[in-house]
């Protein structure tokens, strides 16, 4: 099988996301800028699928594109767009902001320069065919045996357990 | 140029698989045109469907029986002048309809027509094909709110919570099937369309009947999910005609509309693949495990000529009991010509049926096999298809906080019984 996922993919891919983030905070438009913001999104999702993770890219696509934003959007479109465009968009906290961004930025060129020593190799990337099986047996465990996170996992879902019954209690005063 | 061509027909990986891009355009390509030309045929038979369910007769003018009533609906549509309203966002107004269009038709890249007859086989088909699909509503907000409009945001408000509602439920229905795909010797289960077939092949059944109720009961959760998915009636709130005119889609006139109703028919017969893959066996013919001697390969595979015969059959019946008047007398031709034409389509089959019949290596059987699953899975598909049109016809619409109690108090907690009731007998019976 000859590979598809070519240099000329992941620039593509990284210039959309990069070129559509950036619109996201510039756009005045509130919905306009949430669809950008499923741009971005989309095209982490193909980005993932460069890096062989399917099931990744598939739950991204899933759970932000086709759900989350779905949410965002229903919000938005009850806002009052008109007014909201003429407001200040960037509060006076900016300079936090603004040291956060480089930080990140510093973080990001430092593993560009010397990633191979900061980050432990972690050998060849799974192949695609049996990717998604390895997180399910990393998840859940095989065979009687736990699996390397299935406690992690357990309580991560817990705290989203909680997580919803806050939103629900938050919302509907009386149950 | 021909040694590539026969290997491409006597090929037996997808195009995908076997990496070829030329091939996968072909496949895209063909796939493209069969959808739009289903698309035709489904408007035609749910216009004389409906008409005939209300005791009426439908189209009748534009060719014998108004069977050439959809183009020229597509031609006046083409022709129709595009309206964007002042007020409406231009871009956002313009780009909507291509948002579902383009969901709608990314899907077809995993349905699975036949073991081999994909674009491609991945990994994770089946999430793809729910992402992906839930990825169209995204087309009606968008259009619902750039109208500018009272009743296109309403429409589009409702679709919105209606459509995230129910792929809840439609999710939880789907990971029900995709556990029965584990239960085999090695214990793991798979997310790959082609794949979810071939474990139904392996387990000798559909998965409709496995765990007799339990797969029927998943089964007809996602049968009811996929209709409010496509916001088809009885769940057809987004566009409620009695108290939104037309809904999401009021502002829109021309090609543009058009579009909308393009997306609509190609994802009803997308979700519809989701449901014939996953319970329904996919592209097997009935039996295939228990009647599998070369004989009755060869009776089910005189299946699709029979087919094509009966409608030729049915249209020379129509043809020789229109009256006989000088105005009938061009559509009377026409009528004849369309069932010689089915009627030789119906030859054609035969003769490649009992051409694949004897050598099982030969292109002839390879071409053969592939009709015949590319028969079942249409066949499977088009039962939904027109279950769709007797919903439409038999059922009022549901009010929205019915719709909403039916989604969020029925369907879920159904759907979460039988996924985990699922999961523990499965334990117990592997």
Redesign the interface.
Same mark, same amino acid.
Request: aromatic share 6%.
């Given at each position: 099988m000859t590979a598809v996922a070519t240099p000329w993919f992941f620039y593509a891919l990284a210039g959309l996301a990069v070129i559509s983030g950036v619109l996201v905070i510039t756009l005045r438009n509130a919905v306009h800028a949430a669809l950008a913001l499923i741009v971005t999104l989309l095209a982490v999702a193909g980005l993932y699928l460069m890096l062989y993770a399917p099931f990744v890219a598939g739950v991204q696509i899933i759970v932000y594109a086709g759900g989350i934003m779905v949410l965002f959007l229903f919000v938005i479109m009850l806002v009052n767009i008109e007014r909201a465009s003429k407001e200040r968009r960037f509060n006076r906290i900016w300079p936090v902001g603004l040291v956060a961004a480089c930080t990140l930025l510093g973080l990001f060129v430092s593993a560009f320069v010397k990633g191979k020593e900061l980050l432990r190799d972690r050998g060849m990337p799974l192949p695609e065919s049996s990717n998604t099986q390895q997180i399910a047996s990393m998840l859940y465990g095989e065979a009687g045996k736990m699996g390397q996170y299935t406690f992690a996992f357990e309580i991560a879902s817990l705290l989203l357990l909680v997580a919803i019954l806050g939103a629900v209690i938050m919302t509907k005063k009386k149950i | 140029m021909l040694t590539a061509f026969m290997s491409y027909l006597g090929s037996t990986m997808t195009p995908g698989?076997? @990496?070829n891009?030329l091939w996968a355009l072909i496949y895209v390509l063909i796939i493209f045109a069969g959808v739009s030309v289903a698309v035709i045929c489904m408007n035609w038979i749910e216009r004389k469907a409906l008409a005939h369910f209300q005791v009426r007769l439908g189209p009748m003018r534009v060719g014998p029986h108004g069977l050439l009533q959809p183009i020229a609906d597509a031609l006046k549509l083409m022709l129709k002048e595009d309206i964007i309203p002042a007020e409406a966002?231009q871009y956002?107004f313009w780009f909507a309809p291509m948002i579902g269009l383009l969901a709608a038709f990314t899907v077809y890249t995993v349905i699975p027509f036949g073991p081999s007859q994909a674009v491609s086989d991945?990994?994770?088909g089946i %999430?793809?094909m =729910?992402?992906?699909s #839930? =990825?169209g509503? =995204?087309g009606i907000?968008?259009a619902?709110?750039a109208s500018n409009s009272h009743y296109p %945001?309403i429409g589009? %408000?409702r679709s #919105?919570?209606q459509?995230?509602s129910y792929?809840v439920a439609m @999710?939880l229905a789907v990971v029900a099937a995709i556990l029965m795909t584990s239960m085999n010797a090695s214990?793991?289960g798979t =997310?790959s369309m082609i794949g979810i077939v071939q474990a139904q092949h392996e387990q000798g059944v559909w998965f409709i009947f496995k765990f007799f109720p339990l797969g029927l009961i998943a089964f007809a959760v996602f049968a009811i999910a996929m209709v409010a998915e496509t916001n088809r009636a009885p769940f057809d709130l987004a566009e409620a005609e009695s108290e939104l005119t037309a809904g999401f889609h009021t502002e829109y006139s021309g090609l543009r509309w058009s579009l909308f109703m393009l997306a609509e028919y190609a994802a009803m017969i997308a979700v519809s693949s989701i449901a014939v893959t996953l319970w329904l066996g996919g592209w097997m013919r009935p039996f295939p495990n228990l009647l599998h001697a070369a004989a009755w390969d060869f009776i089910f595979s005189l299946f699709p000529a029979l087919t094509f015969g009966g409608l030729a059959a049915i249209a020379f019946i129509g043809t020789a009991r229109m009256p006989v008047q000088s105005f009938f007398k061009i559509q009377r031709i026409g009528l004849a010509v369309f069932a010689a034409l089915l009627g030789f389509i119906a030859l054609l089959l035969l003769v490649i049926a009992i051409a694949g019949r004897s050598a099982d290596t030969s292109i002839a059987a390879r071409f053969n096999e592939g009709i015949g699953y590319v028969y079942w899975f249409v066949l499977k598909v088009a039962v939904f298809m027109y279950l769709f049109i007797w919903y439409r016809a038999t059922w009022p619409r549901y009010r929205f906080d019915q719709l909403m109690k039916v989604g969020w108090k029925v369907m879920l907690p159904i759907s979460l019984g039988v996924l985990m009731l699922t999961a523990i007998v499965g334990v117990i019976f592997s």
């Open positions: - | 698989e076997a @990496g891009q966002d956002v991945m990994n994770i %999430l793809f =729910l992402g992906v #839930s =990825l509503v =995204l907000v968008v619902g709110w %945001l589009a %408000l #919105s919570a459509m995230v792929e @999710g214990g793991t =997310l």
